[in-house]
């Protein structure tokens, strides 16, 4: 049937441990359908109360504000569903154990091109949340952001999705066509103290985030304040910055780990700002597009960084075929 609910649930540990047992995947990004399947069921907009799995759902807001789905509901998980046309988020993630997986979210724009508002592809609360097999692009925010309210602790997963922006091909929303939106693939914001939050991200093709005009230093990865990330087997082309690393603020700042990535058509590869105390990279690979591949903003690089394995990275369409392993 169309829009189900199904049970039992597959929790969110035991989605890892599955995830985990699974071969590597030979592709970076999104490698499946992501979307619905035949005969979704269609709808301006979905309230998540309860547990379970909700999948095959048509979202378009047609121009709504607002979370166009919202999840305040504990073990959830939101699957084969497409998402659209909003001027707020696509999903409001306010529960805990959530996994979204197989989604395509697209044009949430918020305003127009030279007033740009913030419309995320997914946002809300860290809890723990796993993203898997994700399309999000055309956001006039950040195709993914926790927490833009800095209540919630917790981790969350990225993996095997492709976070993109790109000229629109038709006026939508506010924007005219050739008008590129958007802030960030990924930007991260947490509470001032308490847990720190963890952010895996891996197996992830990251790319567009390089218009001029939006936000100074737009990069495909904003990584600060309380969070420790680790970014894994991913890609990067045409971004202004892949990796923006921010270290101590008044809000705390980000530890880093960076593990066999390539870098293509950047105009900065790694930016560390503001003394971050750790940043280990490893096997990271540059293309010949990339103009500065590490730049510390404040001066010289801190006790807590180190880079071993710099390595050319192969053509992007053999990397993206085969993977990095």
């Given at each position: ?11 969110f540990a035991v989605a890892l ?69 909003g001027s707020g988020n696509g ?224 053509p992007l369409e053999v990397l ?6």
């Amino acid at each position: 049937m169309p829009g189900t609910l199904r049970r039992p649930h597959i929790t969110f540990a035991v989605a890892l441990l599955l995830t985990a047992r699974l071969p590597a995947q030979p592709t970076i990004g999104a490698n499946q359908a992501a979307g619905c399947l035949e005969n979704p069921h269609a709808v301006s907009r979905l309230q998540i109360t309860q547990p379970g799995i909700f999948e095959n759902f048509l979202v378009d807001g047609g121009g709504a504000s607002g979370n166009l789905v919202k999840i305040t509901a504990d073990n959830v998980t939101l699957r084969n569903c497409e998402i659209r046309n909003g001027s707020g988020n696509g999903i409001g993630v306010f529960g805990n154990r959530v996994v979204i997986e197989n989604c395509r979210i697209h044009h949430m724009l918020a305003s127009t091109f030279q007033e740009q508002h913030d419309a995320h592809g997914i946002s809300g609360r860290w809890g723990e949340t796993l993203i898997r097999n994700c399309d999000i692009g055309y956001t006039s925010g950040d195709s993914i952001q926790f927490d833009p309210d800095r209540v919630s602790s917790g981790t969350a997963v990225i993996e095997q999705c492709t976070l993109w922006t790109a000229p629109l091909p038709v006026a939508a929303g506010g924007f005219h066509a050739g008008e590129r939106p958007g802030e960030n693939a990924v930007d991260t914001k947490t509470k001032p103290d308490g847990q720190r939050c963890k952010l895996v991200v891996r197996k992830c093709y990251l790319h567009g985030w390089n218009q001029p005009g939006q936000i100074s230093n737009m990069a495909a990865l904003n990584l600060k304040e309380r969070v420790d990330a680790e970014v894994t087997d991913c890609i990067f082309r045409d971004n202004e910055i892949a990796f923006r690393v921010r270290g101590p603020g008044k809000r705390g700042g980000a530890r880093v780990t960076i593990v066999a990535c390539a870098i293509y058509q950047a105009d900065i590869g790694v930016r560390a700002e503001e003394g971050i105390e750790l940043l280990k990279i490893s096997g990271l690979a540059f293309g010949e597009t990339v103009k500065q591949r590490i730049r510390f903003v404040d001066g010289q690089a801190t006790a807590g960084f180190s880079s071993t394995g710099e390595r050319t990275a192969p053509p992007l369409e053999v990397l993206l075929e085969r993977g990095f392993r």
